[in-house]
């Protein structure tokens, strides 16, 4: 699986957009790029994911350059429960391995 | 709701004790993962299992073993604990009948400390 890179941490105004870059220059045509977060030691949870084309869903949006080599994830309106580590984890169709970074400590401040 | 369960939530043992962390899970899927989370890091997997007999270890199973007891049920043993296995243990879950293998469900945790 590809390798990522993604910053250590970040701060975000409540109500503000919060957008998290993660950067995967060796990303493979058939991997995907997967997001998760973790809040305060509590299991991971899935957010969203993407192959080439962005996505949105009801928590996040995740925008995908064209040549695949980084992406955001989006938190369009970002609340207090949104601190947490987010993960960015790039992984093949078929694979069943998520493999965990540091991942982006974001916090959300008032 | 659905959901991932894991028991103890917390447990504190000495070296060389045997201890078992359970995992029991109501969502029918049928993949089951065990992770462990040191302070400050990722998760690293530790087991894997497709189905009730197939079994396989991740990147950082020595000193741990694990059974299938049945398609809800994954448990992850310590033969004889050792201090550097203190972590955060996770049970996750996925159903490949979706086709969306790596959205995996995690359970609460357990937090694990051998003295």
């Known amino acids: 699986d590809a390798k990522t890179t993604q910053p250590t941490s970040m701060d975000c105004a409540e109500g503000r957009a919060a957008n998290l870059p993660c950067n995967h220059s060796t990303i493979s045509g058939n991997e995907y790029v997967y997001w998760y977060r973790q809040i305060h030691s509590q299991g991971p949870q899935y957010i969203i994911h993407g192959l080439k084309n962005n996505e949105t869903n009801e928590m996040a949006s995740l925008i995908i350059t064209e040549d695949r080599k980084s992406s955001t994830l989006i938190l369009p309106h970002a609340t207090l429960r949104d601190t947490a580590v987010y993960y960015c984890?790039?992984?093949?169709?078929?694979?069943?391995?998520?493999?965990f970074g540091k991942g982006t400590k974001l916090s959300v401040i008032p | 709701d659905a959901d991932v369960t894991q028991t103890p939530r917390n447990r504190i043992t000495k070296t060389g004790k045997r201890i078992m962390l359970e995992c029991s899970q109501t969502?029918?899927?049928?993949?089951m993962y065990w992770y462990r989370q040191d302070p400050g890091l990722g998760l690293q997997l530790i087991y894997y299992?497709?189905?009730?007999?197939?079994?396989n270890k991740g990147e950082i199973s020595d000193g741990y073993s694990v059974s299938r007891q049945a398609q809800a049920k994954f448990s992850l043993s310590l033969e004889s604990a050792i201090p550097n296995q203190t972590a955060l243990y996770f049970c996750a879950t996925s159903d490949s009948r979706t086709g969306r293998y790596n959205e995996q469900f995690f359970g609460p945790g357990t937090r694990l400390t051998v003295l």
């Open positions: 969502k029918g899927h049928d993949r």
């Open positions: 984890i790039v992984t093949g169709a078929g694979s069943y391995q998520l493999t």
């Open positions: 299992s497709f189905d009730v007999k197939d079994i």
